[in-house]
Structures are given as C-alpha cells and as structure tokens.
C-alpha cells in the first residue's frame, strides 16, 4: 500500500511564502510524473504544477514566476515553493503522483489528503 502524505500549509499574509511537501511511503521503487493540484470552495479542482521523474516542470498561467516545483527521486518527496503569494491563492492543495512503480505493481492516480492554504489580504 502506498500512501501520499502533504504537509506545510497554513496561513499566511498576501505577498508572503510557504513551502508545501508531500512525501511518498511504501515499497516504492520509482514514480513517474508528481503534481501538485489546488481545489478552492465552490470551484473544480485545478492543475497548479507538474515534474517528471527527468526534473521537466510546467506551471498554470496564474502560478508561473511564483511558484515553484521541486522533487527528490532518491525520498519519493515533491515540494512547492510559493512566493508572493495572493488571497486567490488560497485553496486545499493537492499531491498527486500519476504512476507509481511498486514492489507489488502498478499504482496509477495517487492522492494525498490536501492541506489548506489561506492567503489574507
């Protein structure tokens, strides 16, 4: 069993920062692709940024030159970085991981809990 587990939300000032992680737990032996989501109230969850296992990043248009995705192969963790950060920001954030290689097999779609990110104006 695998599990995804995202940590390092809170609350925050508009203009301010946090760092969000998510580790990856269980007899993992690679993931592909990881990605961070954001779904605020009332709205569809939402593709904030993605990192292939090679370290290619792609952003959403309202998050680019803000935030910023990082990963470590060798802990199966994905971070994100976010500056300056706005009140349209806030929202529960979301790791994903598209495929998991494990001892047992195939693990497509992995979800973490989601952490809560309140930026205040």
């Known amino acids: 069993q695998v599990q995804l587990v995202e940590s390092g939300g809170g609350l925050v000032q508009a203009g301010g920062s946090l760092r969000l992680s998510c580790a990856a737990s269980?007899?993992?032996?690679?993931?592909?692709?990881m990605a961070w989501y954001r779904q605020a109230p009332g709205k569809q969850r939402e593709l904030v940024a993605t990192?292939?296992?090679?370290?290619?990043?792609n952003y959403a248009d309202s998050v680019k030159g803000r935030f910023t995705i990082s990963r470590d192969n060798a802990k199966n963790t994905v971070h994100l970085q976010m500056n300056d950060l706005k009140p349209e920001d806030t929202a529960v954030y979301y790791c994903n991981a598209d495929r998991m290689r494990t001892d047992l097999g195939l693990v497509f779609g992995s979800w973490g809990q989601g952490t809560q990110v309140t930026v205040s104006s």
């Open positions: 269980g007899r993992i032996r690679s993931i592909n692709a």
């Open positions: 990192i292939t296992s090679g370290g290619s990043t």
